[in-house]
């Protein structure tokens, strides 16, 4: 059984097709990632998926649940969970709020106290190590903290899926190493699926996902696992352009 | 749904400010009336922070919700003199008056709370004013010419008991409003509302995502203010001044004023509306002794420098101060 299911997902934009036709599956704890150049639609799929706005055309169904018209709000309660390119903590709160909102709003939200939501926060303030800033407001943290911060607030929502929208965007590849490792540590750890968006950052595709979906022009490319997907002509061709031999032809 | 005591301490400074100035304002002779425009000033920013220090939302129309409240009292004094409902009809009018503003601020909040930032801002400013043209183009409670309600007020209670509820009981009244206001303000500081609120100020969009109703929690900021509001028109406007007109109470004045005690005070924050309400309070009242008639000339630039110098406002900048220090737990 899949955890989530696009089917047909079209969204417009006045006279621009976003995502068009989009049709693909999530399987429970799976590492999949949504690979495109600038401008193909992913983060719209994001949006899509997660609730930001409605699709046009099309239904979404999360664990059998027809999610296609839930507001964004009831989608996190039913277990999506989601972080920013750009990290997006609640400045003035410290830490430890921050990850305590996310459990006491999240797929857990209505059974958590207060309490009970910050124990929450501090056990996952020891995973991302940022133990000495607990106290602190996030709004102070550098930029690889907050989205430390942004991953374990929404780890604490208790999601079965987790979008991570260009988790490495402007990392040095050392960092990129480490939040390869990270992504992958909380998917055995906390047993969900998680998709990571990636625009071009290749380095980092194979660590992060089994299987990979490209899009183009807001269309879906491929559905392949990764490594196949990787040295795939026609991805090669959306990313360099035709080879050199073809374009002569 | 309940913390721990010690998450409800900040509680204790509120109680201590507002025990010393009812303490001065009962010894001190001859100041009670300063004292009571000081308690009025800091339970107005009490309530208004409720909503747009916890929110960020600023509500133009605020006035418009002491209006309905004024009217709430009046309505229920007026109509009902007569009826020997003795002291009951104090009660009445405060619940009238609170549900006058609850209706109100669904109404308000129906439409306005839709929109972000600077459009609700400039949604609610026609609140007021629209409400007052309402009354009186309608002739709604004797319409412009307004209610006076002291002879009912002799009537009903006898001449000593009216003297003392306008002259007194009123104040006391705010007082306890102010109080409430702060209660509810921790209550919700201290429970999930509180952090939806704080999760929805600082990012609408992730808060959503992260899986807050910002629709409802926004609503429930808004009609807790309102309703506080209301009980503040009905005993600092009705009950103490015994007559109301449409012009007087929905007066757009005082919703700037409300907007200045919160951010001299810190918006958001348990003590600021205190801090600002007295700040305040006490400049305005010697300001017009000192320099009659300059006073908003002479506060338009403080404030300017006071948002741009300060923003986080006096109680801000403390809290900052004994970050990590013993005091922390009771200066938020």
């Not at chain 1, 399987?27 to 999949?32: S, T």
């Not at chain 2, 309940?2 to 509680?11: G, L, S």
């Not at chain 2, 609120?197 to 959503?208: F, G, N, W």
Request: net charge neutral; with cysteine; hydrophobic share 50%.
């Amino acid at each position: 059984m899949s955890l989530l299911r696009v089917e047909n997902v079209t969204k417009r934009f006045g006279g621009l097709v976003a995502v068009d036709d989009m049709s693909f599956e999530i399987r429970h704890g799976e590492l999949m990632a949504i690979v495109g150049p600038n401008g193909a639609g992913k983060t719209t799929m994001f949006n899509l998926i997660n609730g930001v706005f409605p699709a046009d055309e099309g239904r979404i169904i999360f664990e059998d649940v027809d999610v296609t018209r839930y507001p964004a709000y009831k989608r996190a309660h039913l277990g999506i969970g989601r972080t920013f390119q750009i990290p997006r903590p609640f400045a003035s709160a410290t830490v430890r709020e921050n990850i305590a909102i996310g459990g006491m709003f999240g797929a857990a939200g209505s059974e958590i106290s207060v309490d009970r939501a910050m124990e929450l926060a501090d056990h996952y303030i020891d995973i991302i190590g940022l133990k000495e800033h607990r106290d602190k407001p996030a709004g102070g943290l550098t930029p690889v903290e907050k989205k430390l911060v942004e991953i374990a607030r929404a780890l604490a929502m208790k999601p079965r899926l987790l979008l991570m929208d260009e988790a490495m965007a402007g990392m040095n590849p050392k960092d990129i190493d480490e939040m390869v490792a990270f992504i992958r540590e909380i998917r055995d750890t906390e047993g969900i699926a998680i998709v990571s968006m990636v625009e071009h950052i290749m380095r980092a595709v194979a660590g992060l996902a089994e299987r990979v979906i490209v899009m183009h022009q807001g269309a879906l490319l491929v559905d392949e696992p990764t490594q196949e997907a990787l040295s795939d002509p026609r991805v090669i061709e959306v990313y360099l352009g035709q080879p050199p031999e073809e374009a002569h032809a | 749904m309940m913390r721990p005591v010690r998450a409800y301490y900040p509680i204790l400074p509120v109680l201590i400010g507002y025990g010393i100035l009812f303490g001065i304002g009962q010894m001190v002779p001859g100041k009670w009336q300063l004292i009571s425009q000081l308690a009025f000033f800091c339970a107005l920013g009490q309530a208004f922070n409720l909503f747009m220090g916890m929110t960020g939302y600023v509500d133009f129309g605020y006035v418009a919700f002491l209006g309905v409240g004024t009217y709430g009292m009046a309505v229920s004094i007026y109509y009902l003199f007569d009826k020997g409902l003795g002291l009951t009809m104090i009660v009445i009018g405060m619940i009238l008056a609170a549900v006058f503003s609850t209706l109100l601020s669904l109404a308000v909040g129906a439409v306005a709370l839709r929109l972000r930032g600077a459009y609700f801002a400039i949604a609610t400013i026609g609140v007021n004013e629209g409400f007052r043209f309402l009354i009186e183009g309608a002739r709604i409670w004797n319409g412009s010419d307004g209610m006076i309600f002291s002879r009912h007020m002799k009537t009903a209670f006898g001449r000593e008991t009216a003297m003392a509820l306008s002259m007194k009981w009123a104040d006391v009244i705010v007082f306890g409003v102010a109080f409430l206001a702060a209660v509810m303000t921790l209550l919700y500081m201290r429970n999930k509302v509180g952090y939806a609120l704080t999760a929805l100020r600082e990012d609408e969009d992730a808060a959503k995502v992260m899986g807050i109703n910002v629709t409802r929690y926004k609503l429930i900021a808004f009609i807790t203010s309102a309703i506080l509001a209301g009980l503040l028109g009905a005993s600092a406007w009705a009950l103490k001044l015994t007559y109301v007109y449409p012009t007087d109470v929905f007066a757009i004045h005082y919703t700037v004023e409300a907007i200045i005690i919160v951010l001299l005070g810190g918006a958001g924050t348990l003590l600021g509306p205190i801090v600002g309400g007295l700040i305040y309070g006490v400049s305005k009242y010697y300001l017009a002794i000192v320099l009659p008639g300059f006073q908003l000339m002479i506060f338009a630039p403080i404030i300017i420098m006071i948002i741009v110098l300060f923003p986080e406002g006096t109680v801000g900048i403390l809290k900052k101060r004994v970050f990590g220090t013993p005091l922390e737990k009771f200066i938020i």
